[in-house]
């Protein structure tokens, strides 16, 4: 946890299909946002661009392990009026894991994996009331964004409005 008094107050960019920019800057933004959550500290924000961000097989879009402060929130946010999507077929799109606290979630579109589920490979898939044997599969367990604190503490202060 950081001290309540530190405040970084940069601004870091993303934009899908971006060169990796290893700044975050306007002119050579991240191209991913985890890259962005990564390098926040304690009063950043992350401007999101418009496009769609989407997640490696089986995992989630963003993980966010860091912690803003009670004077000083990490804010992830879109850019101007862009209208950035997370698009997965995992666990999560944002999934803020135990001890991430003073987080806030604004200006995102967030599409699960519904469309290419049918009802039978729903009803028929591991962990389902028909098949309540074999390991669970995230393609049909998405949650949009997920606030856990299994097996820790969960400082909470998260704001999604």
């Known amino acids: 946890m950081y001290a309540p008094n530190t405040a970084s107050n940069k601004k870091y960019y993303v934009q899908a299909g971006a060169n990796p920019g290893t700044a975050g800057t306007l002119a ?69 894991v135990a001890g991430a606290a003073y987080i806030k979630i604004q200006g995102f579109e967030i599409e699960g994996n519904n469309a290419n589920v049918t009802l039978a490979q729903a009803t028929t898939q591991p962990g389902s009331c028909d098949n309540p044997t074999g390991t669970v599969n995230p393609a049909f367990n998405g949650n949009g964004i997920s606030v856990s604190g299994r097996g820790a503490v969960m400082y909470g202060h998260i704001t999604l409005p």
């Not at 496009?51 to 993980?63: E, H, I, L, P, R």
């Open 28 to 96: 050579a933004p991240f191209n991913t946002i985890q890259r962005g959550i990564d390098a926040a500290a304690p009063g950043d924000s992350i401007f999101v661009m418009a496009g769609t961000y989407t997640n490696t097989a089986g995992s989630d879009v963003v993980v966010i392990r860091r912690t803003g402060t009670p004077t000083n929130w990490i804010v992830l946010t879109n850019y101007q009026n862009d209208k950035p999507k997370l698009s997965f077929n995992g666990y999560q799109g944002f999934n803020l």
